[in-house]
């Protein structure tokens, strides 16, 4: 049954996909004939409720995954910078974007946004490139659609590395802005 | 932010008179021809229980610690005098020394106060050129000592000395991974008899002295933002200045003490004003959308000298105070910041990086007018220079070992000593003016 179904479903497909190439039209959609094993065998209306089905469960499938990335993206509070640089790090675009929409979701949600420099150079410019570097992804939420009042940022230069000691290494995980 | 309420509440802040670790002095490096000078053991006359300074000790150490002077080993000394009466130069003379110190200390019979008597002597010319009584109480020897110092500096050398004049720096003593406690302390030039004047979880920034000696300022997050802080000396009284949202940072006093340079974000990025401390009228020197920070004043009051990043990189550069375009004034370095002029106005300390290859951080000095510099430290995590009054010496912040130490340079660069701490990261020195 299985390997009956298997087959006939890849030549279903097939077909379908030779039929859209000769017409040249997308009005048709392949997924009718890919259940073909279903309950009410009497045409259009078992055909269109199993479409309906299968793409539900398409729109299922992409919303969890969506949400994933979202709740992985959400669960992202640390951004790390280059060198002496007070803008983030275009990598980060996407994930900061979903922070944006979630807080333009969520209007009674409020976050601070702690700014950290490497403790090379001094400290009191270390301590105003925190606060460009928290400015930088503040000003992104909010064109990602946060209010300004949900934001609050604050700079500690390099008063509170995330990792001690002189290394490259240390550097790279000090120099960040940190989502609370 | 969910646990800034908590953070608040745990957060707490005191004043307090409490003896912190001392620092203890290590010279590194001295000049290459000191001034040979011989400081004998002063003779005690009396009831001197609990006199425990050594008055003589005191002024060798800080005659040493500038680097012009070698003080001759006790141990090597022909004769012990402790008056002009008993001074025979030629004990001196075969020992090749220069100058030299005796004296007495007495304390009379059921009195708390004790008398001093010095005498200091040229020895090739065989001549006094000071001698005096300093009266003070049994407790005060050690700033006696102080004052003899200075007395001999100026004699020798014609400039006044420092050596009466204190510091104050931040600690940082790292308990746990969440818990760090940042000291403020202040001390005696040479890191002795240091006390917490303020205790905090929540960082400590850029102490500064007002010009008479009687105030300070400083950055406390203890509210868990930084907050610029003026506190009174004596009497500890303290009080928040600022609560601008963003940044309030950098407060640094003009030399005429009427006005609080500082650095606010209220209008988007860092920028540097002013605030004229009896009117609290606040002025903005510059705007601009990069950082401008670490502001520092001319001589006369009227410019601030700033750290601008404007082109990429830190540079350092000026301003008026009513604004205008401001005026750079280093070009040929990849990172310079945090300039200071010495007393003669002409010299700007800075932190300096050469090169964006080079990766080291050093205390340099830049003549605005001949446009020469000086590199005087070969340390590479150098910062936060602070200038003695009389212009003599530069203390700065490093790393020693992993460990964050305050040193000492002379402003050729040839004397150097350090001050390292008992436990925990010391930083951000800033020496106090003359305190008379």
Known sequence: MGTYNSNFLKSAILAFAIMGLAACSSTAEPEPVAEPVAEDTSGIDATTAAARRMEEERLERERQARERIEQAALNTTVFYFDFDVAEFQPADRETLAIHGRNLAANPNRRIRLEGHADERGTREYNLALGERRANSIRDFLIVNGAARSQIETVSYGEERPAQQGQTEAAYRMNRRVEIK | MKNSLLTTLLSFVFCTG???????????SGVDNPIPIAIVPFAMEGDLTGASEDVAQIVSNDLEQVGEFRALSRANMLSLPSEASAVHFRDWRILAQQYLLVGKVTRSAGSQLVQVQYEFFDINREQMLVGEVLTGNITQLRDIGHEISNVIYQQVTGRRGAFTTQILYVSAENVSEELTWFRLELADYDGRRSQVLVESQEPIMSPAWSPDGQQIAYV??????????????????????????????????????????????????????????????????????????????????????????????????????????????????????????????????????????????????????TARIITLTDTSLDESPSVAPNGSMIMFATKHNGRGVLEAVSIDGRVKFRLPSAQGDVREPSWSPYLN
Not at chain 2, 21 to 28: G, Q, V
Not at chain 2, 247 to 272: E, R, T
Not at chain 2, 293 to 300: G, Q
Request: glycine share 6%.
């Open chain 2, 18 to 28: 409490v003896f912190a670790a001392e620092l203890n002095i290590e010279i590194t």
């Open chain 2, 220 to 369: 406390s997050f203890e509210s868990t933002l930084p907050r610029i802080y003026i506190q009174t000396l004596a009497t500890g009284e303290r009080r928040q200045i600022t609560n601008f949202s963003g940044l309030n940072s950098s407060p640094v006093w003009s030399p005429d003490g009427q006005k609080l340079a500082m650095v606010l974000s209220k209008d988007g990025s860092p920028d540097i004003y002013v605030m004229d401390l009896r009117t609290n009228e606040l002025r903005q020197i510059t705007n601009h959308p990069r950082a401008e920070t670490e502001p520092s004043w001319t001589l006369d009051s009227q410019t601030v000298i700033f750290t601008s990043d404007r082109t990429g990189q830190p540079q350092i550069y000026q301003s008026g105070l009513d604004g205008g375009f401001p005026e750079r004034l280093t070009f040929d370095c990849f990172y310079c910041a945090k300039g200071r002029l010495l007393p003669d106005g002409v010299n700007l300390v800075h932190v300096r990086r050469e090169t964006r290859q080079d990766n080291s951080y050093r205390i340099a000095i830049l003549n605005v007018e």
